[in-house]
């Protein structure tokens, strides 16, 4: 059949369905573009932020080599910060130090004020504790931070206020009839409340925490001398005396301001949370027995008596002062004079001896030249026997003093776990460290006392090692330089009562090694606790052994023979 179709609709049929197909073509190609399009911008937008994510990963990596940390974008140093605060902070603080040759110069975020330099070098410590004294006060910074526990004593105080507060405990400190009170109270707490403890725990097979013991007795110890009160915390039975608890708990939360941006913790105490709440807790123990002591105090001196009238503690003398306007101290006052004390004469020695007695264990050799030096130092005496050496022998203090291994070992277990790990000082006018290190106006200072004692740059490749005789000349204690050695502070703020300390640490070591052998609980787990002192995290469980009556006789018989 031959086709009659006109060419022109053949032509124009074709063209129809031509443009008919170009057209859903078209119509099916746009969304596929355009996805495609959508689809090539997400991944330039994902490109740049790798891109740029990268760059400042690299841009942080590389100022670590610089600052010694990572440098983050507005967090600063703080996210190495918080995995210091996770494990041991002193150590990661050492670490750091070590890496960036004894200083530092830590970030904080850009909302905050916890910028500082950190350091290590004893250079710098001369300069900042001596030879700069006066432009490197405590600062607002740190006096703001601790004003609620520690008020206005003497750690917390600058200028007048604090030189008034030294010089009078200077005073107080280097007068005979306080030598006498400290050395015969320490005598009756000793023989009369420690041993009997330490002897009950032996008798009963029973382990015992040596930090809390030693807290009591330095706690007894600290307020017989400084408020002339008599407490009763270490006695056999050892109450409970909630004031220790506080006072411990309140150092703990006031070093967590110290790493947290003065708005938060200022927000927190506002609203009363987490830490604050602990410390505003605490806080009120505190001062509920510093109150009840300047209450009897003031009571008693009120009555006249003949016993107050020759009274020589610490809180009498500030009593019977008057301020610059000529007006008795506020009872405000003078329980931060109570507080002050207690922080310095509790929680120093009894730190210091729980690390020495956890060093010793690891250290038997060095526990047998102790033991050594006792008996060498005591059959020295005119009227001496051997039946006298057992549990009745009573140290002399010219004995006591005499004893310069057992000095060198308490200074050596200070120099590796200082009682109070790190410091603080605010420069007031621009100054630069003797390392070059700038500081301007304003500049907050930490001066890192433990990371000191683990430097090989100041102690020598065997820093680690636990070392007495690194302290002696020809057999008598050398002291280090304060700024070398800085357990004990130095320059105008070197620690009052150091030889006190060091009387009070050697009377209580060799009264107990001479009678027992000291054993840490297998197991038991021993780092430090972040406080304003190096407490022991978790005290120190020991089980106390009595000393081998033959291990005394052949160190005794080397002077009879």
């Not at 932020?49 to 760059?55: G, H, W």
């Not at 030879?131 to 910074?141: D, E, H, R």
């Not at 700024?483 to 703020?493: D, E, I, L, Q, W």
């Amino acid at each position: 059949m031959t086709n009659t179709t006109p060419q022109y609709y053949t032509s124009k049929h074709t063209n129809t369905m031509h443009s008919h197909t170009h057209f859903h073509s078209n119509t099916m190609t746009k969304p596929r573009a355009l996805n495609l399009t959508f689809l090539m911008q997400d991944i330039q937008i994902v490109e740049i932020f790798l891109a740029v994510l990268v760059f400042i990963l690299i841009h942080c990596l590389r100022q670590k080599k610089h600052h010694g940390l990572v440098v983050w974008p507005v967090l600063g140093m703080v996210p190495s910060l918080v995995t210091g605060l996770r494990t041991n902070l002193y150590e990661w603080i050492t670490e750091v130090l070590k890496r960036q040759n004894g200083t530092f110069r830590f970030k904080g975020p850009w909302f905050s004020n916890l910028n500082c330099i950190v350091t290590s070098d004893p250079r710098n410590l001369e300069h900042l504790l001596k030879t700069k004294f006066p432009l490197y006060p405590k600062g607002g910074y740190f006096r703001n931070t601790v004003r609620d526990l520690l008020g206005d004593g003497i750690f917390n105080a600058d200028d007048e206020t604090w030189q008034k507060q030294r010089k009078t405990a200077s005073i107080e400190f280097h007068s005979a009839k306080f030598r006498q009170l400290t050395t015969e109270s320490l005598f009756e707490l000793v023989h009369y409340r420690l041993l009997p403890v330490l002897e009950a725990s032996v008798k009963k097979s029973v382990a015992v925490d040596l930090q809390d013991i030693l807290l009591r007795l330095t706690f007894d110890n600290v307020c017989m001398i400084a408020f002339g009160v008599d407490p009763g915390c270490l006695r056999l039975g050892l109450p409970e005396i909630p004031f220790a608890k506080a006072f411990e708990d309140a150092t703990e939360a006031t070093v967590f301001r110290f790493v947290t941006p003065t708005c938060v913790w200022k927000a927190m105490r506002l609203l009363n949370l987490g830490v604050e709440r602990k410390l505003k807790k605490s806080i009120k123990g505190v001062d509920e027995f510093a109150e009840t002591v300047i209450r009897t105090r003031k009571k008693e001196l009120s009555l006249q008596c003949e016993d107050t009238k020759h009274r020589s503690d610490l809180l009498t003398v500030f009593m019977r002062l008057k301020d610059e306007n000529g007006r008795p101290y506020s009872d405000k006052f003078l329980r931060d004079i109570c507080v002050n004390f207690i922080l310095a004469g509790r929680d120093t020695s009894s730190v210091a001896l729980s690390w020495f007695f956890w060093l010793l264990e690891q250290n038997p050799e060095v526990e047998e030249n102790i033991l050594a030096e006792i008996c060498r130092i005591v059959r020295q005496r005119n009227d001496i026997k051997r039946e006298e050496f057992d549990n009745s022998l009573r140290f002399r203090p010219e004995e006591i003093k005499k004893m310069d291994y057992l000095h060198a070992a308490l200074s050596e277990a200070l120099r590796l776990y200082p009682s109070v790990p790190v410091d603080h000082k605010e420069v007031v006018k621009d100054d630069t460290f003797p390392d070059g290190t700038v500081l301007k106006k304003g500049t907050k200072v930490i001066y890192a006392i433990y990371a000191m004692g683990r430097m090989e740059s100041i102690w020598g490749k065997d820093w680690k090692e636990f070392k007495p005789e690194r302290w002696l000349r020809d057999g008598r204690f050398m002291s280090e330089s304060a700024y070398k050695f800085t357990a004990f502070n130095g320059g105008p703020r070197l620690c009052l009562g150091k030889d006190f300390a060091y009387y009070q640490m050697k009377y209580a070591a060799a009264s107990i090694i001479f009678r027992y052998r000291v054993k840490v609980v297998e197991n038991h787990p021993v780092e430090p606790k972040l406080a304003l002192t190096m407490y022991m995290k978790h005290g120190l469980k020991v089980n106390l052994y009595q000393r081998d009556v033959a291990q005394i006789h052949r160190h005794l018989d080397e002077g009879f023979q």
